[in-house]
T-cell receptor
Framework: ETGVTQTPRHLVMGMTNKKSLKCEQH?????MYWYKQSAKKPLELMFV???????ENNSVPSRFSPECPNSSHLFLHLHTLQPEDSALYLC??????????????FGPGTRLTVT | AQKITQTQPGMFVQEKEAVTLDCTYD???????LFWYKQPSSGEMIFLIY??????QNATEGRYSLNFQKARKSANLVISASQLGDSAMYFC?????????????FGKGTHLIIQP
């Protein structure tokens, strides 16, 4: 595997379900991100992790719970979601400390539908 | 106020023509970075090009170049010799500050369609 992978690619869940999205990066990066892409809206930053520590929580509701057990893996735990949470959830990674451009590399996303 | 503004919701361009996608940004931070990403219908965001606020020259990557006009806070993407595979959504994004672990702020995007 290369780059950034995300599973599952598609997820349909009811409002009372609990599910988790998984992201894995194979680039040796030390920062990881969750973004939400809703229809007709710009990408919205949700969470940032640097060296497995959460450094930013962009006013995201508590029904979204991130977890970063190591620098290669990032999870987004979902519970009691609302229909308006239906969106494409994108994971990204980047270098966090060395000098450079810090471009973020994205995974293919998980298309989430809440029924 | 929007931090990233892309004024072209959609564009139709003939194959082999050059394309300019507009992006203006707003920040008071002297240190920032500007990015362009391509998102095909498959959904994955593909990094295209980067311009740092202190870079003296415009960035270029193959057929992509960034027309950086700092005083006007403009960072337009130029695609030379467009190809059918260039059809996609294009997003301009900005990172404010010097840190690496900073989230990006994205514009609403431009839907580019290349016609044969």
């Amino acid at each position: 595997e290369t780059g950034v992978t995300q599973t599952p690619r598609h997820l349909v869940m009811g409002m009372t379900n609990k599910k988790s999205l998984k992201c894995e990066q194979h680039l040796g990066h030390n920062a990881m991100y969750w973004y939400k892409q809703s229809a007709k809206k710009p990408l919205e930053l949700m969470f940032v992790y640097s060296l497995e520590e959460r450094v930013e929580n962009n006013s995201v509701p508590s029904r979204f719970s991130p977890e970063c057990p190591n620098s290669s893996h990032l999870f987004l735990h979902l519970h009691t979601l609302q229909p308006e949470d239906s969106a494409l959830y994108l994971c990204a990674s980047s270098q966090g400390f060395e000098t450079g451009t810090y471009e973020q590399y994205f995974g293919p996303g998980t298309r989430l539908t809440v029924t | 106020a929007q931090k990233i503004t892309q004024t072209q919701p959609g564009m139709f361009v003939q194959e082999k023509e050059a394309v300019t996608l507009d992006c203006t940004y707003d920040t008071s931070d002297p240190s920032y970075g500007l990015f362009w990403y391509k998102q095909p219908s498959s959904g994955e965001m593909i990094f295209l090009i980067y311009q740092g606020s202190y870079d003296q020259q415009n960035a270029t990557e193959g057929r992509y170049s960034l027309n950086f006009q700092k005083a006007r806070k403009s960072a337009n993407l130029v695609i030379s010799a467009s190809q059918l595979g260039d059809s996609a959504m294009y997003f301009c994004a900005m990172r404010e500050g010097e840190g690496g672990a900073d989230g990006l702020t994205f514009g609403k995007g431009t839907h580019l369609i290349i016609q044969p």
